[in-house]
């Protein structure tokens, strides 16, 4: 697989990558085990994982995973530039007609719609998370503690998940030590 | 100097957010709050844009927010940025693959980082919903779109879509009437 293939899968990919998660491990699977079975279907399954337990974004994570799995550093690197290649132009393009339609009364009225749809969107990413979380006292200490912080200090998010990821892990030592 | 801090600010959000695309709104929310590069409404704006363009919502935002702070070269360092942790982390974690995920560490991390990713998100919900209180039709509307979604979630993309037809009809109503 030469790097330049690699790349145009890639760009391939980020182009298709549509509506969020849900999306990533079919469009991999198919696209690495099904079609060209370039990379076991376990190793996918194993890559989402840990896409996921890595900070930053999944498809991106997932991405660098394959390009690596496949042609090591330049892989990953050609990877991650490929899957932001059309996202990226889209964004430049749509942002630049945006600008001038603002003023536009239909416009402001989509937009209106649209800032109310964020709001849901987010409530119901907290919620997906939620779910699927294994949710025990620690789990909701640490959630009730971080909204209370953030909004009776001004802190910032990565002020509070360094303390509370040194609180959380902590507690766990001791307790892992305790047993 | 803006290149430095949207570079700092980019790359901590690679960093530090855990858990989707969503997640780095706290973030991006944060950074209007800081600095002058984009305003509240036009982060709701470039939440909405990144969800229907192509391409992971997380780095379609960072191009966004690049964007609107300096031009299309912030754009382009935004979005490298925010990778650029995630590059090092996958590399280092290739190599270690099984060994990564059985630390305890790194488990208790991980466990520890799921309700602070949920704390952050709901902080940000509660700061976007503020301003919309004083509008009952925003938030009938927002009420609708969460009960559509309660039984089984669809595409961010269809919410979007449905929302600003909505808005769209309100604005047409108001002019026939």
């Not at chain 2, 704006?45 to 960072?62: K, R």
Request: hydrophobic share 55%.
């Amino acid at each position: 697989m030469s790097l330049f293939k690699l790349f145009l899968i890639f760009t391939k990919i980020g182009a298709i990558l549509l509506g969020g998660g849900y999306v990533i491990l079919p469009i991999m699977t198919n696209e690495f085990v099904d079609k060209r079975n370039l990379v076991s279907h376990d190793d996918i399954v194993d890559y989402f994982a840990l896409a996921q337990s890595l900070p930053g974004i999944i498809a991106a994570n997932m991405s660098m995973f394959i390009g690596y799995k496949l042609r090591g550093k330049w892989g990953a690197i050609i990877a991650m530039l490929g899957v932001t290649f059309v996202p990226f132009w889209c964004i430049v393009l749509l942002a630049s007609v945006i600008g001038g339609l603002t003023e536009n009364n239909y416009v402001q009225g989509a937009l209106w719609g649209v800032s109310a749809a964020v709001i849901a969107l987010i409530v119901l990413t907290v919620r997906e998370m939620w779910q699927k979380s294994h949710r025990d006292l620690f789990f909701y200490t640490i959630f009730v503690l971080t909204v209370l912080t953030l909004l009776i200090f001004k802190l910032s998010p990565i002020q509070t998940i360094l303390i509370f990821s040194i609180l959380g892990v902590g507690y766990k030592r001791i307790r892992e030590a305790k047993k | 100097m803006i290149y430095l801090h949207l570079f700092l600010e980019f790359f901590k959000i690679g960093l530090f957010s855990f858990g989707g695309g969503y997640a780095t709104i706290p973030f991006l929310y944060h950074i209007s709050q800081v600095y002058n590069w984009y305003s509240l409404d036009e982060l709701t704006q470039m939440v909405a844009v990144a969800s229907i363009t192509p391409g992971p919502v997380g780095i379609n935002v960072a191009t966004y927010a690049g964007l609107k702070s300096a031009g299309i070269f912030g754009s382009a360092l935004a979005t490298l940025a925010e990778m650029l942790p995630s590059l090092v982390l996958v590399i280092i974690v290739s190599k270690l693959l099984r060994k990564f995920s059985d630390n305890f560490y790194v488990k208790a991390l991980i466990q520890t980082l799921k309700p602070i990713s949920c704390g952050l998100l709901t902080s940000v919900a509660i700061g976007l919903l503020k301003p919309e209180l004083n509008d009952i039709k925003a938030l009938i509307l927002i009420g609708i779109l969460l009960i559509m979604s309660w039984k089984s979630k669809r595409d961010p993309l269809f919410y979007i879509l449905i929302s600003a037809i909505i808005g769209v009809l309100l604005v047409f109503i108001k002019t026939l009437v």
